[in-house]
Each structure stands twice: as C-alpha cells, then as structure tokens.
C-alpha cells in the first residue's frame, strides 16, 4: 500500500524558512514524478512545485514561489523535499506531496497518490 507522509510543517514568521518532507512507504518516489501542492482555506489547490523522475528531474515552479523555494529528492531516504525561504502571511496553506509515475505538471488532476497535508502558517 503507497502512503506519502509530509512533515516539517508549522508556524514561521514572515522572512522566515521551512523545509517540508515527504517520505514514501510502498512506493519508490525516484521513479515517480513528485509535486507539492497547497490549498489556503477558501482557494482551490494550487501547484506550488514539481520535479521529474529519476531520468530527467526537470523542476518548474508556481509563479509566486519562484525563487523562494526550492524542490529537491533524496533517493536514499526514499524523500522528496520542500525548501520554502523568504516566507509571506500568503504561503499560509495545507502542503501536500503528490506521485504519478507518467505525468510532471503542476495540475492536481495529474497525479494519483497523495499525502495527508500538513499545515504551513506564516504569521507574526
């Protein structure tokens, strides 16, 4: 059974910094092309970032995370990362990690597991 489990969420300040990590169980994530979405309260999921399976691990990024955050994999930790820098009250969402082994986009619809989410709060 494939579970996607997201963690380093919480709360930062503005102009602050968090990693989030997605580890897989029943799942090789080096094969699969991963994404991280959010969804704020009242908004639909956004895609925030993805990166390509372990031939081309092209990455893309949603225009208003470029430059502040950075995708990444450890495939020896079965681990896919979110370094989130440079934080605003607006990155405040539920994250989740996402896999689908033929598609790389950042439309939710593409992608076939899922994480749980983890809350992300951006607040003074």
């Known amino acids: 059974q494939v579970h996607l489990v997201e963690s380093g969420g919480g709360l930062a300040q503005p102009g602050g910094s968090l990693r989030l990590s997605c580890a897989g169980s029943g799942i090789t994530l080096e094969n699969y092309n991963m994404a991280w979405f959010r969804q704020a309260p009242g908004k639909e999921r956004e895609g925030v970032s993805c990166?390509?399976?372990?031939?081309?691990?092209?990455?893309y990024y949603g225009d208003s995370v470029k430059g502040r955050f950075t995708i990444s994999r450890d495939n020896a930790k079965n681990t896919v990362y979110l370094q989130m820098t440079d934080l605003t009250p607006e990155d405040t969402a539920v994250y989740y990690c996402?896999?689908?082994?033929?598609?790389?986009?950042?439309?939710?619809?593409?992608?076939?597991?899922w994480g749980q989410g983890i809350q992300v709060t951006v607040s003074n």
């Open positions: 990166i390509g399976s372990l031939k081309d691990q092209v990455t």
């Open positions: 996402a896999a689908d082994r033929l598609r790389l986009s950042l439309q939710p619809r593409h992608y076939n597991y």
